[in-house]
């Protein structure tokens, strides 16, 4: 069936640092690509979405690419800063004219090192 | 508008008790969620429904039952509760499908002992 995989599951890195997420989906009929935010004992928050007809979204400090040949997408998060540590959820949405097929990656543990 | 409650928040059962958590969303949306959230495993889904009176499977829908009766809540029932259900859960809705942000509920701790 579908999946999206997730890279890394862990990663740390050195505040002030950039880290990225990488997301590999395999319905070629996804047109959706949100990524979430979780702290811990928090529900996921959403933080930056890109739809399948863009290749680029930047908000602030984060970023998210899509690569829909390859079919695969990145959260950059630039600059980072102790408030960044999370985990971090990417999705892949697939739309049909009465559901929808959500499906999320297995998650990436992000530590900032002060 | 508080968004998407869920209720109860904790809970310990015994292997073989039922029992319902419930969600409810002030938002209008048509599209709920059920989804389970274990160590390493991300969000899977359990059940969805795309509108008041309808229900569909998802990933992960077998020990688990699901109504929703009324647009604004969403049930989640565990008839026999197994040790394998320990899970944080979580609730979500959206206005509709695809393209529409998902917002999600605090999370239930169950565990099945």
């Known amino acids: 069936g579908e999946n999206v995989e997730q890279h890394p599951s862990t990663l740390s890195v050195q505040e002030g640092d950039s880290a990225v997420i990488k997301c590999t989906y395999s319905d070629s009929a996804s047109n959706y690509f949100p990524w979430y935010k979780q702290e811990l004992g928090k529900r996921p928050q959403l933080i930056i979405d890109i739809r399948s007809n863009v290749g680029e979204k930047k908000d602030q400090r984060i970023a998210v690419t899509l690569n829909k040949t390859a079919k695969h997408f990145s959260l950059h998060i630039t600059e980072t800063q102790p408030e960044d540590s999370a985990v971090y959820f990417c999705?892949?949405?697939?739309?049909?004219?009465?559901?929808?097929?959500?499906?999320f990656g297995s998650g990436t543990r992000l530590s900032i090192r002060p | 508008n508080a968004g998407v409650t869920q209720t109860p928040k904790f809970r310990v059962l015994k292997t073989g008790q039922s029992m319902t958590l419930l969600c409810a969303q002030d938002m209008n949306h048509e599209y709920m969620y059920w989804y389970r959230q274990d160590p390493g495993m991300g969000l899977r889904l359990i059940h969805y429904?795309?509108?008041?009176?309808?229900?569909a499977k998802g990933e992960v829908p077998d020990g688990y039952n699901v109504s929703r009766l009324k647009k604004q809540n969403f049930l989640l029932g565990l008839e026999s509760a197994a040790p394998s259900q320990t899970s944080v859960y979580f609730c979500?809705?959206?206005?509709?499908?695809?393209?529409?942000?998902?917002?999600f509920g605090e999370g239930s701790w169950l565990t099945v002992v």
């Open positions: 979500a809705s959206s206005y509709k499908g695809s393209g529409n942000t998902i917002y």
């Open positions: 999705a892949a949405i697939t739309g049909y004219s009465s559901a929808s097929k959500i499906i």
């Open positions: 429904s795309v509108g008041e009176g309808t229900t």
